[in-house]
């Protein structure tokens, strides 16, 4: 909104202390003020803890020989929090001086990085403890995990499909796995998953799941959120058996044979407390269903302490229509919501896209 930089210098030295967080694009019409203004952030931010930088190329030059690219001008290496949208080969290899980086996003990874220099700025970054990378491009998973030791949650989307394991992150809770749908992903991805960590695994996010990932998916015996946009609906009853599960977001690859299998999922996963499901679940048995589901909770709430169900409905569905159907809610035993509500385990991070490309959901 100021294109003035020394409207943004007059601002900045009012209240650069209580800057936390930029977003910043670089390239197009403003490559000429974004060193500049980067010069006032190291001069007036100093607690500045994350940087979202977007390169638009179209009309970006590279620096001229001794030039320092963008990255380079960033004097605040205490950065907490990295995201990177398109950036060009050259930047990335600069991620190495931000030594104290606890979350990193690359969106977009130069065709022109090869493995051996991701590993090598991975290895001044043994802080780490989110990372999220998202290939243009499909490529395998650079062998990162023994640089961050520290890694509690990693997203991958757009990755090879042959990828056969993600590596041993000791410490890794949560695992985002997107792919394209015209791909095949390796069932031994899922076989190494449940190798390594059944007993870590507590947050799993997965585009879609064939019939042969089941079984390994549910070896994950701790996992406390499930969500899958596509999951197999004859194999709807495995879920079960991940009795640990305290939020479950589900979509079927087709319409159920009958909502009712979804009660006996509650009956297993007494820890459940929220429920979120999209749009291919027959309008017609809801009425029978959330009075089936309500028993359920009943009986569990007369044999031990319940807490009420959140069920979020992704239907696209008519005003008395959700009124009739919340009509039949005993709201202390479950909560209706069809405004998409997100619980603590699924609320998506700030490098979450509220879509994935050739899905129609969420």
């Known amino acids: 909104m100021l294109k003035c930089l020394s409207d943004w210098e007059y601002l900045l030295k009012l209240c650069g202390d209580c800057v936390l967080e930029c977003e910043l694009r670089h390239g197009r019409w403003d490559n000429n003020i974004t060193q500049p203004f980067m010069c006032l952030l190291n001069s007036h931010c100093q607690n500045l803890r994350h940087l979202h930088l977007i390169f638009a190329h179209s009309d970006l030059k590279p620096p001229a020989e001794g030039d320092l690219n963008i990255l380079q001008v960033l004097e605040r290496k205490n950065l907490h929090s990295l995201s990177l949208i398109d950036a060009k080969a050259a930047d990335v290899l600069q991620l190495h001086n931000f030594i104290e980086l606890e979350a990193l996003h ?27 990378l998202r290939f243009v491009s499909r490529r395998q998973l650079p062998p990162l995990a023994a640089h961050c030791p520290l890694l509690e949650h990693l997203s991958l989307e757009n990755f090879e499909g042959t990828l056969e394991d993600v590596g041993d992150f000791p410490r890794l809770r949560s695992l985002r796995l997107l792919w394209r749908l015209t791909i095949c992903v390796n069932s031994q991805l899922f076989r190494s998953l449940a190798m390594r960590y059944a007993n870590r695994l507590e947050q799993l996010q997965l585009t879609k799941v064939n019939w042969e990932y089941v079984e ?8 406390k959120a499930l969500t899958c946009y596509m999951w197999p609906a004859t194999l709807l009853g495995y879920i079960s058996k991940l009795e640990q ?86 709201s202390q035993l479950l909560q209706l919501d069809w405004l998409g509500t997100a619980c603590s385990l699924c609320t998506p991070d700030r490098h979450t896209k509220p879509t994935i490309p050739g899905l129609n959901w969420l």
Request: aromatic share 4%; net charge neutral; glycine share 4%.
């Open 106 to 132: 690359i969106d977009g990874f130069d065709a022109e990085l090869k493995d051996k220099d991701i590993i090598e700025q991975f290895k001044a970054l043994s802080g780490l403890r989110r990372l999220s």
């Open 216 to 223: 390994h998916i549910v070896m994950l015996q701790n996992l």
């Open 245 to 330: 599960l305290e939020c479950l977001a589900l979509q079927c690859t087709e319409s159920p044979a009958s909502m009712m299998q979804l009660v006996d999922v509650v009956a297993k996963c007494t820890k459940l407390q929220h429920l979120k499901l999209g749009k291919r679940w027959g309008l017609e048995e809801w009425s029978s269903f959330l009075i089936a589901l309500q028993e359920e909770l009943r009986e569990q709430a007369s044999n031990a302490a319940r807490r009420p169900l959140m069920l979020t409905l992704e239907l696209s569905t008519s005003k008395a229509t959700q009124n009739q159907l919340s009509n039949t809610i005993n």
